[in-house]
């Protein structure tokens, strides 16, 4: 880069800025070693007095739904089939592609019975074979308190009791179902937790150091917010204890959040103070000047952040209720971090913050980005219409969006509940993976079976379904109305009844007709008043967008066939109506959240500016940055990748994210070209504010972009398309909307960027310095 002769210096960078920040900037500089020390001690003291983060997390999606949500009204409604506060796993047994031995099966009973010893099991039934003969399985039902900490502790004497079994050579035994794979997955999470922590801290110190060209700098950026990340969990797994929910995904979006911003909030900071430093100004004196004018743009960026994130609040999916609060949490103790603890660093370390390199008085540099402003403030017409096209264009990709179902719970590659559920799929999805139709009856099903047989036949000609699974035909056998009231008054409810046949029955009632009865009892409550049917839907596995679209229609049928035998409830359950009932929920959260952070992200920006006519075009911004964003993760992952939809979370991150963290950077480059323009004419201003400030948001928005990114290689699906999403939408805003379309909106718009307060009481018109030495990083 060439050198160019020095401006007369503005006089901001000599003088700090009266007001709060600039006393919080003396009394940090003042008193750093007792700041850097309340820090060590708060990292030290918090995570051993409150309790972990991962304690708190809950990871099945309809745990975060209102009661009224229908999937929720029909799981209660099937209460009388599951003991209250249980839950349960399956064992399975198989050696594919070959059927089972006698050897098999007699390991196969050794393995329910120690299984059956192991502290915290309920009680263990055989399920029978698949079809094809080569696996067994059976129900493992568990209490509350052995599953609570994710069933990590009961599942380990499980696999201990299992690994105990002298099991032929070649058969496999293992552990499938909803909470085996949610134990392995908890596991998953936390390497997961630890990678997405390593990849990010090596990213940004790598990318810092490019920025600064100095040793020291990117470490004394990154300290305040790595600290804040140690205490910012604790700290929301202490407000889980008040009632906060909180999901897996806290855990990983919380290291990006805090990583990213804290060390946006430190580039903006270390730039201004290297811009003084350069400028001559002692490194102290420097530091506090950079607080006083910078504090109160690091504030406003987070405030806006922790508004729209506390916001969703009011969101009814308790997995958005507990995520926006518990990131502002950590976005709050990094905003104190970057007023406190990174001016301490920065008045202790000094100059030698930036070596080697030297920002030496009068040696000042133009990088690209003073090019750049040039031609924005030359072309501003042709610049904003560029702009827009591409933009909407993107935008109007949305329209093709369609919401696809978050899948089952999937098991980590490798782990043993991952293959127990290959074992699993030997079985059909009716009796791995069924849609629960539930039913209250007037009356007991036992005494009279006429509604149970009525409501069985009336399903199974409903075309939703291609089969249909109840008490009059479980295990594969077929129970005659009257053969089931018989047996019921002969030996009571099946409830009760020993899931070997005793030896003493076994004379008088074939084995399949007793196995068959008790099989009822999955089916029949022990009063008989509610049945359910273990059905497959004809639109497919119930992970698919084609089954969560096909849930009205399903529930629709039922009501019909409920209404036939005078059902007094009725409902619908499983997978499918789980995702179809999470995704619309998600989408009415959406419209209900997004003018509310409109709105407030609207008064801040009023507050801070001055300004009526700047917070409108800048929220619109956002909002077309959005949906831009939206637009090209449509085609990644839809129209490229072949996905049936969005994972339904996406468009809701990606709209809170956006607009809370886009508004950051709005704020850095509209608050440098206010302050320019009170030293010089408006497009001069314009120049000179993105020639300083745009290496600082191409340098914050790389790295937020970077440890969203990470969430690519770390995650699993869901978090990959979180994390490309947000990484993308970032990059996006960063290059184009806030160093581009925002100042050639600006230099348009002219005086009336600040009606109607205007620019304030103007300064001596000096033109103010370029930026400084290596401060644009493009």
């Known amino acids: 880069m060439a050198a160019v002769a020095r401006e007369p210096v503005n006089p901001s960078l000599r003088e700090a800025q009266p007001g709060p920040f600039l006393t919080i900037g003396r009394l940090s500089v003042k008193y750093r070693w007792l700041v850097v020390a309340v820090w060590i001690v708060a990292v030290a003291v918090i995570p051993q007095a409150l309790p972990s983060l991962s304690s708190a997390v809950k990871n099945e999606n309809t745990a975060f739904l209102p009661s009224n949500t229908p999937v929720v009204k029909a799981s209660a409604l099937a209460a009388p089939f599951q003991r209250q506060n ?12 070959a059927q089972l031995s006698a050897a098999d099966e ?22 029978g074979l698949s079809g094809d003969g080569q696996v067994r399985m059976a129900l493992v039902e568990l209490s509350g308190r052995g599953a609570n900490n994710g069933g990590t502790n009961v599942f380990d004497k499980l696999h201990a009791a299992v690994g105990g079994v002298a099991a032929p050579a070649g058969l496999q035994l293992h552990f499938a179902g909803e909470l085996a794979q949610s134990v392995d997955a908890d596991k998953q999470q936390q390497h997961t937790q630890s990678l997405t922590q390593q990849l990010s801290l090596l990213f940004i110190i790598a990318l810092l150091l490019v920025v600064f060209r100095a040793a020291l700098a990117p470490l004394v950026t990154l300290l305040p917010a790595a600290l804040s990340l140690v205490i910012a969990g604790p700290l929301i797994g202490e407000a889980a204890k008040a009632g906060l929910e909180v999901s897996g995904l806290t855990q990983i979006i919380l290291i990006v959040i805090v990583l990213g911003a804290g060390t946006d909030y430190g580039l903006f900071l270390i730039f201004r103070v290297r811009e003084a ?70 008045a202790i370390f000094g100059r030698a913050v930036m070596w080697p390199s030297k920002p030496r008085p009068g040696h000042e540099y133009r990088g690209a980005w003073g090019g750049v402003a040039a031609r924005i403030v030359a072309r501003p017409v042709r610049t904003l219409s560029i702009g827009l096209v591409l933009f909407v264009a993107l935008a109007l ?73 109840g008490g009059l035909n479980p295990a594969g056998v077929t129970l005659p109305p009257s053969a089931l009231t018989r047996l019921y008054r002969a030996l009571g409810p099946p409830q009760r009844l020993p899931a070997v046949e005793p030896p003493a029955l076994a004379a008088r009632l074939a084995p399949a007709l007793y196995a068959a009865y008790t099989s009822s009892a999955q089916f029949i409550s022990a009063n008989g008043r509610t049945i359910q049917f273990y059905t ?5 596995d119930p992970s698919s967008t084609a089954a969560l679209n096909a849930i009205p229609a399903v529930r629709a049928a039922v009501t019909q066939v409920a209404n036939t035998v005078g059902a007094q409830a009725n409902g619908v359950a499983g997978e499918a109506a789980a995702a179809y009932d999470v995704s619309k929920i998600s989408t009415s959260d959406l419209k209900r959240i997004v003018p509310l952070v409109l709105v407030v992200i609207a008064i801040l920006l009023a507050i801070l500016l001055r300004s009526l006519v700047a917070p409108v075009y800048l929220i619109l911004s956002v909002g077309l940055s ?10 990644v992952f839809v129209e490229i990748a072949g996905d049936s939809g969005l994972n339904f979370v996406l468009p809701f991150f990606m709209f809170i994210f956006l607009m809370a963290l886009g508004e950051d950077y709005n704020i850095l480059v509209m608050t440098r070209i206010r302050e320019e323009a009170r030293h010089g004419e408006l497009r001069d201003a ?23 990114a990470v969430l690519t290689v770390a995650g699993n699906s869901q978090t990959r398309e979180i994390g490309l999403g947000l990484a993308a939408g970032v990059l996006l805003d960063t290059f184009l909307v806030r160093t581009l379309l925002i100042p050639s909106l600006v230099v348009l718009l002219g005086d009336r960027n600040w009606w109607p307060w205007g620019i304030g009481a103007p300064k001596e018109r000096a033109p103010a310095p370029t930026p400084a030495t290596g401060e644009a990083t493009s």
């Open 277 to 346: 430093l350069a400028h001559g100004v002692e490194p102290r004196d420097a530091v506090v000047g950079a607080v006083s004018r910078v504090g109160e743009t690091i504030t406003f960026s987070a405030l806006t952040v922790i508004v729209a994130l506390v916001s969703v609040i009011l969101a009814q999916f308790g997995l958005y209720r507990g995520l926006g609060p518990g990131l502002a949490i950590g976005v709050a103790v990094t905003l104190v971090a970057g007023l406190t603890l990174l001016p301490a660093l920065l």
């Open 686 to 708: 314009v120049r000179r504010a993105i020639a300083a400030s745009g290496g600082t948001v191409t340098s914050a928005g790389l790295v937020l972009a970077g440890t969203f």
């Open 397 to 469: 990709v949305v329209l093709a969006y369609k919401p696809a179902g978050f899948g089952s719970q999937t098991a980590p590659s490798g782990s043993d509940s991952a293959k127990g559920q290959v074992l699993l799929n030997h079985f059909p999805v009716s009796v791995r993976n069924p849609t629960n139709i539930v039913m209250r009856l007037p009356t007991s099903a036992w005494e009279d079976p006429t509604p149970l047989a009525t409501a069985s036949a009336g399903l199974e000609r409903q075309r939703v379904f291609t089969s249909v699974t």
């Open 536 to 540: 497959e839907l004809r639109a497919g």
């Open 106 to 127: 007699a390991a196969f009973a050794s393995a329910e019975q120690a299984v059956a010893r192991v502290s915290g099991v309920l009680d263990v039934r055989d399920r």
């Open 86 to 97: 249980s839950f349960s796993a399956l064992l399975v047994a198989g050696r594919p592609p």
């Open 626 to 635: 959005y949906l831009a964003a939206l637009g090209l993760a449509i085609l």
